[in-house]
């Protein structure tokens, strides 16, 4: 695995991922989602129905498979709330490599325990110190193990994509993707693949009002800091846009399209009613983008990105509320 910058990412690295996951991760189910609005052809992409409910071990697993012993010789860590982390977990446990993970004081119950349940040793920070590990990547007491970014890692970048390259073989006449932007890892994955093969497609990074990085840097024409709120979208929402993603993200997509709380747990509810789906915040978000409907004629691929969400949320959005959280989560 060489040390190629984000923005280097291609086609070919996604074609060469989709190799390498072959018989290791499931091509998910793409569904179109009944609805009763003419003129909106709405699809979700249910990538929750992977192992660890995410679609973070497609980058995992291809970036950890590309390390040499010598370079997992001490292990590896990653720093994430946790779907990155149950993709790196998971995939070191198949590798027999020892896995560490940081986290964010406050980080949802249920994806810490299955960080554990997958063999993740976890380690609890405060959000401040979490998040520079993202813009660092390091963090000094846990090397000399290997650090796999959850989102400015190429080869993660690539992993990520083989969503894309699903999508165009599922629904060649797809008229646009909505996929959730956190770090920009799956979106600008999705967005390689599509440029090289369907180039005239969108695709767009969904993000939600209380904490919209990529759309405060469209708007500023460079990565600032934003505002941010904890939510029960905890799989999204950082700072601002990592210094890396920032060129990837202006060269791949289509731009940012910004959602409510109430209108990601509306869509929660009907991903459940229509479906029998369970997304969480993050990956019901560009489901969400897409109900609010835009100027695009033809179907709408909307990525479900994961399903950890925590039962007691679950239950306040069926009940017709917004889950409240008190806590720092990502």
Request: hydrophobic share 50%; with cysteine; charged share 20%.
């Amino acid at each position: 695995m060489d040390d190629r910058q984000p923005n280097s990412i291609a086609l070919a690295d996604v074609v060469a991922a989709r190799e390498r996951l072959a018989g290791v991760v499931a091509t998910t189910p793409l569904m179109r989602l009944p609805l009763e609005r003419p003129g909106l052809e709405l699809w979700v992409k249910l990538e929750n129905l992977q192992p660890g409910r995410s679609f973070k071990l497609r980058g995992a697993y291809n970036a950890i498979a590309q390390l040499s012993d010598d370079q997992v010789r001490n292990g590896v860590y990653t720093a994430s709330a946790g779907n990155h982390a149950q993709g790196v977990a998971w995939s070191a446990a198949r590798r027999g490599i020892a896995c560490t993970v940081l986290v964010p004081v406050g980080a949802p119950q249920t994806k810490l325990d299955a960080i554990r349940r997958l063999g993740g040793e976890i380690v609890a920070v405060p959000f401040d110190d979490w998040w520079q590990v993202l813009v660092t990547h390091a963090y000094a007491p846990l090397e000399p193990a290997r650090f796999i970014h959850p989102a400015s890692d190429l080869a993660v970048i690539a992993g990520n994509g083989t969503v894309g390259l699903e999508i165009i073989d599922q629904l060649p006449e797809v008229a646009a993707v909505l996929a959730p932007f956190g770090g920009g890892g799956l979106s600008c994955g999705i967005a390689a693949a599509f440029a090289g093969l369907r180039p005239g497609v969108p695709v767009y990074g969904c993000e939600v009002e209380t904490a919209a990085p990529l759309a405060a840097a469209i708007a500023a024409g460079a990565p600032v800091e934003c505002r941010r709120e904890a939510s029960f979208v905890d799989g999204i929402g950082g700072k601002q846009v990592l210094e890396e993603m920032y060129a990837p993200a202006r060269r791949l997509l289509a731009g940012a399209l910004v959602v409510s709380l109430e209108e990601v747990a509306a869509a929660i509810r009907l991903l459940v009613e229509r479906a029998s789906v369970i997304a969480e915040g993050a990956g019901a978000a560009a489901l969400a983008a897409g109900l609010k409907g835009f100027d695009v004629e033809g179907p709408v691929v909307c990525v479900v990105s994961g399903g950890n969400l925590d039962p007691s949320a679950l239950a306040t959005i069926l009940a017709g509320r917004v889950p409240e959280v008190s806590a720092p989560a990502r």
